[in-house]
């Protein structure tokens, strides 16, 4: 029971956070309309209802790819560059096909090789931030200590 409420929580976390981004993006490129996902993504089903429907069911599957994931950082005999690199490849592979079938991007080489740039650029930025953040809290750590 434990681990459907877990995936309740992740799926809620998803679909919150896949709707915000809709909103911002279809406030930016939707001429005043509501759209899901892309233009090319919304025209894949006959309403807009099924469009949201399987928007809803994409954003709930990538809170799960990216709570879940989250279990490589327990485990404590690997190190943080092999639990990184592990977690980066994880949800890489979890995550593009969801955002593939989402239409996030159109499917051809140069789009998806740019997908990968932007994904890989995110993830370095973040893992840098939280490296740097860390460091600074056991060097914090360290001039109490001493």
Same mark, same amino acid.
């Given at each position: #029971?434990?681990? =459907?409420?877990?995936?309740?929580?992740?799926?809620?976390?998803?679909? &919150?956070?896949?709707?915000?981004?809709?909103?911002?993006?279809?406030?930016?490129?939707? +001429?005043?309309?509501?759209?899901?996902?892309?233009?090319?993504?919304?025209?894949?089903? !006959?309403?807009?209802?099924? &469009? #949201?429907?399987?928007?809803?069911?994409?954003? &709930?599957?990538?809170?799960?790819?990216?709570?879940?994931?989250?279990?490589?950082?327990? +485990?404590?005999?690997?190190?943080?560059?092999?639990?990184?690199?592990?977690? $980066?490849?994880? !949800?890489?592979?979890? =995550?593009?096909?969801?955002? $593939?079938?989402?239409?996030? =991007?159109?499917?051809?080489?140069?789009?998806? &090789?740019?997908?990968?740039?932007?994904? !890989?650029?995110?993830?370095?930025?973040?893992?840098?931030?939280?490296?740097?953040?860390?460091?600074?809290?056991?060097?914090?750590?360290?001039?109490?200590?001493?």
């Amino acid at each position: #029971m434990k681990i =459907f409420k877990k995936m309740i929580n992740a799926s809620c976390s998803g679909i &919150a956070i896949g709707v915000i981004l809709s909103v911002i993006f279809s406030s930016i490129f939707g +001429q005043g309309d509501y759209m899901p996902s892309t233009p090319t993504f919304m025209e894949l089903f !006959t309403t807009p209802v099924r &469009a #949201m429907l399987s928007s809803i069911i994409l954003w &709930a599957l990538m809170g799960n790819v990216f709570y879940f994931s989250e279990l490589i950082f327990t +485990q404590e005999r690997w190190s943080l560059l092999k639990m990184s690199l592990l977690h $980066y490849l994880v !949800t890489l592979i979890c =995550f593009f096909p969801l955002a $593939y079938l989402a239409g996030w =991007f159109p499917h051809n080489i140069l789009w998806i &090789a740019g997908f990968l740039l932007i994904y !890989t650029g995110i993830y370095l930025i973040i893992y840098l931030g939280n490296y740097l953040s860390t460091w600074l809290e056991i060097r914090k750590i360290n001039r109490k200590i001493k």
